[in-house]
């Protein structure tokens, strides 16, 4: 897989400026929210399908219908946060939960959860984010069709058969790991397997009714609100720049709205910090608010700023709106190495020749004669905490767990971009803070996807209050 690095230079990503001990208590799990959420979901999607049954015969028909679609339609924002494993505490649950709501969908859940992890390392970084809805110029037409899922359908269902089959997707080689194309394929088997069933029921009973409940039908009559919101996430703002606060959005929206977009309208606070719990956003919003832009009051506020930006830029591609961030700098410009190549200057990205690495192969090892470097004191690290030092130009993790024990890792996760300092950590695991792979802070091994290669361990040790760690001078020298 080709690496974005090698065509531009990676920066970190604006953060809010909080206490660690506060900042942790926001990233907290709890299974009890997400089964309610889900619960409630469930109840209201057989609720408002069981309305639409009876409303055949009736006057109520399309109105019945188009409640039912917006409901079915919410399993877009099921899959996006069960992709980051913020949902539930239990990690099968969100696994379960992102596969019926990427098959409610005509997806496969390894495309989409590979997607959707480039999406938030290289958030609108053109040429490599490939879920940029609106590009420069826009297209009008295409995102009319969307409102009625036409363009997606047209999209999704053809990869989803193809993995069925075993055939790679075009844009699954850019950024799939070709050790990832087995588990697609079977995903995508089972999701179309799904699919099949209202196609294989209507057969039998001669009947178009369960395809108005299930597949592609309920997105293209129900898709309005949900595809509205999706569009206003982005769309209009700043790219190729590593705040986002600059590219995204935060909408105040009432609360039926917010159940269907799972929160998803504090799109800013996700984006900053995507492993942060879905129920947890809200709250956290309204503490750094004062860090934020101001959100905007509600989607026609939106949409009365952003159609004329869109419009502006589809004469003056350079045009987008500048939100203003209290008390910040100007942001950092993504800086390019070099031109990608034409075949690879794609949404998404082309990304060819992945690179084969041995999954959960430990790098670490101790060498014979070590310099130590004092990086912090004791009592500047809680109980799972986690810290960045720099060393000569090289980032570390330095962790303190709840067993009172020290470690230290490499400071940026193996699979993309990312701090793991800003990770969560628990039970001697770290967590990367932009795709959710945790790895044993022992071995540095990856415990789970999309992370398969290990990081770099490093011996720590405490003495006179200080917390040191121990480095080989080649290491420091390279």
């Known amino acids: 897989m080709v690496n974005p690095q090698d065509y531009i230079q990676e920066a970190p990503w604006a953060k809010v400026d909080m206490p660690r001990n506060e900042f942790r208590q926001f990233m907290q799990k709890n299974n009890l929210y997400g089964i309610l959420n889900t619960l409630l979901w469930i109840i209201s999607l057989f609720g408002t399908g069981y309305l639409a ?57 390894i495309f989409t959860n590979w997607s959707h992890v480039r ?33 997606e359908s047209k999209y999704y269902i053809p990869v989803l058969v193809k993995h069925a089959f075993g055939i790679v997707s075009e844009d699954a080689r850019k950024f799939v790991p070709e050790e990832e194309y087995n588990r697609m394929f079977w995903w995508a088997r089972a999701s179309l397997l799904l699919n099949l069933i209202p196609i294989i029921v209507a ?11 299930v597949g592609p039908l309920p997105k293209m009559y129900g898709n309005i609100i949900q595809r509205s919101f999706v569009l206003a996430q982005h769309a209009g703002l700043d790219e190729d720049v590593w705040d986002h606060r600059k590219n995204s959005r ?65 004469k003056d591609t350079t045009y987008f709106i500048d939100r203003k961030v209290p008390g910040a700098e100007e942001p950092q410009k993504v800086v390019r190495i070099k031109e990608m190549e034409a075949s690879s200057a ?11 690495v041995m999954a959960n192969q430990t790098t670490s090892a ?29 980032d570390y993790a330095i962790v303190h767990t709840d067993k009172g024990e020290y470690y230290s890792v490499s400071g940026i996760c193996t699979h993309e971009h990312a701090y793991m300092a800003d990770g969560v950590v628990e039970s001697c695991t770290i967590s990367c803070p932009k795709h959710n792979s945790k790895f044993d802070l022992k071995t540095g091994n990856a415990l789970n996807r999309p992370a398969k290669k290990a990081l770099k361990t490093y011996p720590v040790k405490v003495e006179d209050g200080q917390v040191l760690i121990g480095l080989a001078a080649e290491t420091i020298k390279s």
């Open 366 to 394: 101790v060498p014979e004669e070590l310099e130590w470097h004092a990086v912090t004191s004791v009592k500047d690290l809680a109980s799972n905490d986690v810290i960045n030092v720099k060393i000569e130009g090289t």
């Open 250 to 314: 935060t909408i105040l929206v009432n609360p039926f709205f917010g159940f269907l977009f799972m929160n998803m309208q504090y799109h800013v606070e996700h984006h900053m910090y995507p492993l942060m719990p879905f129920h947890q956003l809200p709250r956290f919003h309204r503490r750094v608010q004062d860090q934020m832009p101001k959100p905007y009051k509600g989607m026609i506020e939106v949409y009365r700023e952003m159609i004329p930006a869109l419009i502006k830029q589809s």
């Open 53 to 109: 049954y009876l409303s055949l015969d009736s006057y109520w028909v399309i109105p019945a219908f188009f409640l039912y679609g917006v409901m079915y339609c919410a399993c877009d924002a099921r899959w996006h946060e069960s992709s980051h494993g913020t949902v539930f505490k239990t990690p099968w649950m969100n696994t379960a939960l992102c596969f019926i709501a990427t098959a409610m969908q005509q997806r496969d859940i």
């Open 119 to 151: 999406h938030h390392s290289y958030t609108i970084i053109n040429d490599i984010d490939p879920e940029i809805t609106v590009t420069r110029p826009p297209t009008f037409w295409e995102h009319f069709l969307n409102f009625f899922s036409l363009g």
């Open 203 to 213: 057969g039998l009973t001669q009947s178009w009714l369960p395809l108005l409940f």
């Open 346 to 356: 794609m949404i998404p990205m082309a990304a060819k020749g992945a690179e084969t």
